[in-house]
């Protein structure tokens, strides 16, 4: 079992940057491939960006290249989504998620564990 918990979500001006962090319970925490998705009310989860058990693979949804940065220290279990250029579209709730499988995943039933999200609002 892996439990997971973000924080760092907040209220921003577009332009500005926030980092998230997902803090996860649990020994086997670097044997996880990591993901962060986000869902906008009214809107389909999202897949925002992914990143390998050892951090040396990333992959990004196409809506936050050149924007966000994945990456995870291992040694205190906690993977994070550093988010530069921020705009009011990005307005969300943000989840990490954790799957057993090596692959990095970009659909939500591939993943095994779910926070419950922090909010991210960016006003204009």
């Known amino acids: 079992q892996v439990q997971l918990v973000e924080s760092g979500g907040g209220l921003v001006q577009a332009g500005g940057s926030l980092r998230l962090s997902c803090a996860a319970s649990g020994r086997t925490f670097s044997s996880y491939t990591m993901g962060w998705f986000r869902q906008a009310p009214g809107k389909e989860r999202e897949f925002v960006a992914g990143?390998?058990?050892?951090?040396?693979?990333?992959y990004y949804g196409d809506s936050v290249k050149g924007r966000f940065t994945i990456s995870r220290d291992n040694a205190k279990n906690t993977v994070y989504l550093q988010m530069n250029r921020l705009k009011p579209e990005d307005t969300a709730v943000y989840y990490c998620a954790a799957r057993s499988k090596s692959a990095i995943a970009t659909t939500e039933p591939l993943y095994d564990y779910w926070g419950q999200g922090t909010q991210v609002t960016v006003s204009s």
């Open positions: 990143i390998s058990w050892s951090g040396g693979r990333t």
